[in-house]
Every structure is written in structure tokens, then in C-alpha cells.
């Protein structure tokens, strides 16, 4: 795993995980930079694990939280980022919607600011236009959105 050490700047509020699929690397480090770019920018903090694939993300998630939970360091929101391109199959269909409903699962029963940042595209050239943070920037996009609902959720619990 690796980590980014939180450094006790008032900045760093935030503490999140992301957790990337890395079925198809060169997507998945265009998420990345987008996510790490837009965590940095505000001085976030943050852990990131890789799982093989999108249907792992939710488990992998699962567990983190537990183990953050444990070692009293939670983490304040999770930024999900993978990858399902449409193939001949089925296939396609049972990923993205199977790992869109356990993330959505995840984030309300456990109250937890999900940035849902799994492509689900027809075409790798799609992907890589949505990813690339000079287009679509969609890693930067679930990175914000994870900040965006932590802070709500600490405006609302924790005042």
C-alpha cells in the first residue's frame, strides 16, 4: 500500500482512500494522476491499495475501512477508480452495475463519501479520453467528490 504520511497542517483535513483497479494499467494510472493531483492540491492526505479488477474495489474498500478502524487512522472518503470496457459478453454489464449497486451499498450503509470514479465506456480510445486529466479528468472529478461529500458530511456530524 502505498501512503502518503499526513503531515498535521491544517490543510490536510482529510484523510482518504483510494482504491484502484488496475485490469488495465494504462487507464488506471491516468485515474491515478487525476486523483492524486486534485488530492494534493487541497493537502489531502491519502492511502492507495490496487485490487485486479472493478468487481474487487467494494471488498478491498470493506476491508480498508476496517483496518484504518483498528488502527484508529479512518479514513474521511474513498475515491474508486477502474475500468469496464463493453466486450462481446454479458460480462460487461453485470460489472458495472454490480460494482456501481455495492459502492452505492457502502456508501450509505456505512455513511461513507464515495467518489465513484469506475469507467464503464464501449471503446479503450473512450477510456483514455475520459481519463486523461488534459480531457476528461474523471480520476480528478471522484477525487473531488470524495473531498466535496467529506466535508459535507463533517459540516453535518461534526459541528
Known amino acids: 500500500m ?3 504520511k499526513r503531515t498535521g497542517k491544517k490543510t490536510d483535513r482529510f484523510h482518504i482512500l ?3 483497479a488496475r485490469f488495465y494499467d494504462a487507464i488506471s494510472d491516468e485515474l491515478l494522476r487525476g486523483a492524486t493531483e486534485a488530492l494534493d492540491r487541497v493537502g489531502a492526505s491519502y492511502d492507495r491499495v490496487s485490487v485486479p479488477g472493478a468487481l ?7 476491508i480498508s475501512m476496517e483496518a484504518a478502524a483498528r488502527r484508529r487512522d479512518p479514513y474521511d ?3 474508486a477508480l477502474g ?3 463493453r466486450g462481446e459478453t454479458h460480462h460487461f454489464d453485470i460489472v458495472a452495475n454490480e460494482s456501481a449497486r455495492a459502492l452505492m451499498d457502502l456508501s450509505v450503509r456505512e455513511r461513507l463519501p464515495i467518489g465513484n470514479g469506475i469507467l464503464a465506456v464501449e471503446s479503450e480510445s473512450q477510456a483514455l479520453a475520459r481519463a486523461r486529466l488534459e480531457e476528461g479528468d474523471k480520476g480528478g472529478a471522484a477525487a473531488r467528490t470524495a473531498l ?3 466535508a459535507l458530511k463533517h459540516t453535518l456530524v461534526w459541528r
Open 2 to 4: 502505498a501512503k502518503k
Open 18 to 20: 483510494i482504491v484502484e
Open 56 to 62: 474487487e474495489i467494494p471488498a478491498a474498500i470493506a
Open 77 to 79: 472518503g474513498v475515491v
Open 83 to 85: 475500468c469496464v470496457i
Open 148 to 150: 466535496t461529500m467529506a
